[in-house]
């Protein structure tokens, strides 16, 4: 499985932008980019996701680099509720009975500080 | 609709015993899965599952057995407990190109 490299923490001020850094130089063609946080004893919980165009949704944004080695998760304004282990992880894909389906494979995450 | 619930929330083991630990789901998902998260790191894939009466293997299966006989359930039983299966686990359903994980359930085997 192809492996994404993150820094260990980051830290940001409230209110202020975020990029978190992911590479993934080994990304295959078929690689979804998925982005996942976990707050404080909770389950990870859905970000974003994207395969070769940026997205944007209500939370964030990802920009993917042209070459998909790498991209980039933007939290526009941060707040002290976006505190969190900050997961990017490929999203392979395995087929049964003609449906593809998705495992994630976890790295160790971001851990982003946030302060007030 | 509650999405993905687990039970129970906490449980402490002695080694040697057994135990199934629930994964309930309400929205139709196909995909479902477990996962273990040690101190300080990224979770790993246990067992999965793509459809009632389909499973198969993750990264770390040894010591653990899954069953899928209704697309809603989706139960991790561990046939001896031991020291080193201490752990948070949780499970996932998948669908649209999202996870959604549960709240998890905190175990102890002493």
């Known amino acids: 499985d192809a492996k994404t490299t993150q820094p260990n923490s980051m830290e940001s001020n409230e209110e202020e932008p975020v990029h978190l850094p992911c590479n993934h130089s080994t990304i295959s063609g078929t690689d979804y980019i998925h982005w996942y946080r976990q707050l404080p004893s909770q389950g990870p919980e859905y970000v974003i996701h994207g395969l070769t165009s940026n997205v944007n949704n209500r939370m964030a944004s990802l920009a993917i680099a042209e070459d998909r080695k790498s991209s980039t998760l933007i939290l526009h304004r941060a707040t002290l509720r976006d505190a969190a282990v900050y997961y990017c992880?490929?999203?392979?894909?395995?087929?049964?009975?003609?449906?593809?389906?998705?495992?994630?494979?976890f790295g160790q995450g971001t851990i982003l500080t946030v302060h007030p | 609709n509650a999405g993905v619930t687990q039970t129970p929330k906490f449980q402490v083991l002695k080694t040697g015993q057994s135990m199934t630990l629930q994964c309930a789901q309400d929205m139709n998902h196909e995909y479902m899965s477990w996962y273990r998260q040690d101190p300080g790191m990224g979770l790993r894939l246990i067992h999965y599952s793509v459809g009632a009466g389909i499973t198969d293997q993750g990264e770390v299966p040894n010591g653990y057995n899954v069953s899928r006989s209704t697309t809603e359930d989706f139960p991790l039983r561990l046939l001896s407990a031991a020291p080193s299966q201490t752990s948070v686990y949780f499970c996932a359903t998948f669908d649209r190109g999202g996870y959604t994980f549960g709240s998890g359930t905190r175990l102890t085997v002493v």
């Open positions: 992880i490929l999203r392979g894909r395995l087929n049964a009975g003609g449906t593809s389906y998705g495992k994630l494979t």
